[in-house]
């Protein structure tokens, strides 16, 4: 993406009141026009400043929403209501009563209320842009969301148009101690580590797809994670793109940016365990799938009966 911007403050504020749609926004004029960060590639974004706590205690304000973690090649999300947060380790974290989501704000470098030109996509975003520059964690407003509290929002956190803090440099060690951390776990409880083709997880969802097995997914980085149970209710390719959903989640990926797909078995005092893990190139995801121990067994026969039809159709 192109981020080269219209800095000239006219040229800034002459588009954003002639931007046709976009000015007649309910939130317009909550934000100061010389604030605006416009894109060539036609998004508008200003700059959120302020305590990352604080920000997050609003959000539950905003109304239905649409969450997404994730990075370039995998993301998981689910449209409702943002959680009331509980708060540990001096503010530095905080998660949902029921566990499902957890922000981390030592990984959160910048936050961006974001919006796009295009007509169709009309409603904003805010954008958690993590230490590499890289978005990790979003919030997309739908057509249910309160917008004039999203404006009261962008009133208390709208910073002035820089990048605070300089551009730091771009590195993947979080993650790379990350998985090194996820690695150790592995070996420390004696579990066995298998390599699949990557190609098998979208078949395997295709396959759950209708079948009553609730997934129990997560979707973690260095500035949020979620763990969702849904059902697989549909499946739809869009270019590269392989997006699954039900039960108000969306699970959405790009095989192609997948380094590899791992299948780990866990031997507990009842069963076997198996577990699916995803890996992009970059280290920047960790998704992480399994099912209860009620549907194991189903789950194991889905997985074998899939990476047999793959390994064959690949030889």
């Not at 926004?25 to 990352?52: M, T």
Request: charged residues 25%; aromatic residues 6%; hydrophobic residues 40%.
């Amino acid at each position: 993406m192109n981020n080269e911007n219209y800095s000239s403050p006219d040229a800034r504020q002459g588009l954003w009141l002639g931007a046709g749609e976009l000015a007649r926004d309910p939130f317009k004029h909550s934000i100061r026009p010389d604030n605006l960060r416009i894109d060539r590639d036609g998004r508008v974004r200003v700059l959120l400043v302020g305590d990352a706590a604080a920000l997050a205690r609003e959000l539950p304000t905003l109304g239905p929403v649409l969450t997404l973690t994730g990075s370039h090649h995998v993301a998981l999300g689910r449209y409702g209501s943002s959680p009331a947060l509980l708060f540990c380790y001096s503010g530095l974290h905080a998660r949902d009563e029921a566990r499902e989501l957890t922000l981390d704000f030592t990984g959160w470098d910048r936050v961006w209320a974001a919006k796009e030109f295009s007509p169709e996509r009309t409603l904003p975003s805010l954008e958690i842009i993590n230490q590499a520059g890289q978005i990790s964690h979003k919030l997309c407003l739908t057509e249910q969301s309160d917008l004039a509290a999203f404006g009261r929002l962008l009133q208390r956190f709208q910073g002035e148009n820089q990048e605070q803090g300089g551009q730091r440099e771009k590195s993947d060690s979080p993650w790379v101690s990350l998985l090194d951390h996820r690695v150790q776990i592995l070996a420390d409880n004696d579990c066995l580590v298998q390599r699949l083709l990557v190609p098998v997880l979208p078949v395997i969802l295709q396959d759950l797809v209708g079948r009553d097995i609730p997934l129990c997914t997560t979707l973690r980085n260095t500035a949020a994670m979620q763990s969702l149970r849904w059902r697989p209710t549909a499946l739809a390719r869009s270019a590269d793109w392989i997006r699954a959903t039900g039960d108000d989640v969306v699970l959405q990926l790009d095989p192609a940016g997948l380094d590899a797909l791992w299948l780990v078995r866990a031997q507990s005092d009842a069963a076997e365990q198996w577990a699916l893990e995803a890996v992009s190139y970059h280290h920047h995801t960790l998704l992480h799938i399994s099912v209860e121990p009620a549907h194991e067994a189903l789950w194991k026969q889905i997985i074998q009966r899939n990476c047999d039809f793959l390994s064959n159709a690949f030889e």
